[in-house]
């Protein structure tokens, strides 16, 4: 089975500091993960995906997440938030050979960047 | 921006009418997905399609039937709309791989 956590209900962070936004997974085999943004009444837009290779992976917007095996964990991070990050994050894990595709989401986590 | 559609995008019903959501994909994916998510809360897979006349039901138990006549099509149908079918309804699609799923607008459902 896989499955992500996502601790924090809501971050909240002042505009120009770092955002994080925390996520741990589990998986019985390699992961595939996945972090997604998403904003009032739209749908899910893909962030970035760790799937092999450089444990840092960037990706849209400034955003970037760091793959740590050990601690099983795919923090997603922005060095300077602004007021517009503000949204709902989603960390998605599915295992590397399963052939549905399926993912796993966490429960998401709304950062909300104050002025 | 995906290729992936989703009609209508809002849709108010009365109890007990039949409704279909529409999803369409133009990137040729053969793997696509519904999920229900309450406003701001997780998402819940409900059906999924591995091709052309394959489906598969979900991790939430849902009421609601799916279809795959067509790779591009996936097209979710609840027979007698209640209200708590009220929800937003998010296709997704992908190419399978290593590729990550690509999400339609969401179709915002209210059953009064």
């Known amino acids: 089975a896989q499955s992500v956590a996502q601790p924090e209900d809501q971050v909240n962070v002042a505009e120009g500091n770092p955002l994080t936004v925390k996520c741990t997974y589990s998986v019985s085999g390699n992961p595939y993960l996945f972090w997604y943004v998403q904003y009032p009444n739209r749908g899910l837009q893909f962030l970035l995906k760790y799937i092999t290779g450089d444990n840092l992976v960037k990706g849209s917007y400034g955003f970037e997440a760091e793959f740590n095996k050990s601690q099983t964990s795919f923090h997603l991070k922005k060095p300077s938030a602004l007021v517009s990050d503000s949204a709902l994050y989603f960390c998605?894990?599915?295992?590397?050979?399963?052939?549905?595709?399926?993912?796993?989401f966490g429960k998401g986590n709304q950062v909300v960047v104050i002025p | 921006e995906a290729d992936i559609y989703q009609t209508p995008r809002y849709l108010v019903i009365g109890t007990g009418k039949k409704i279909t959501l529409e999803c369409s994909q133009t990137m040729g994916h053969d793997k696509m997905y519904w999920y229900q998510q309450d406003p701001g809360m997780e998402l819940h897979l409900i059906h999924y399609s591995y091709g052309v006349n394959s489906t598969e039901k979900g991790d939430l138990s849902s009421e609601s039937t799916v279809s795959r006549i067509r790779t591009e099509h996936f097209p979710l149908t609840l027979e007698s709309a209640r209200p708590s079918h009220t929800s937003q309804y998010l296709c997704a699609s992908t190419g399978g791989g290593r590729g990550e799923q690509y999400f339609g607008p969401g179709t915002r459902l209210t059953v009064t």
């Open positions: 998605a894990v599915r295992e590397a050979l399963a052939g549905n595709n399926r993912l796993a």
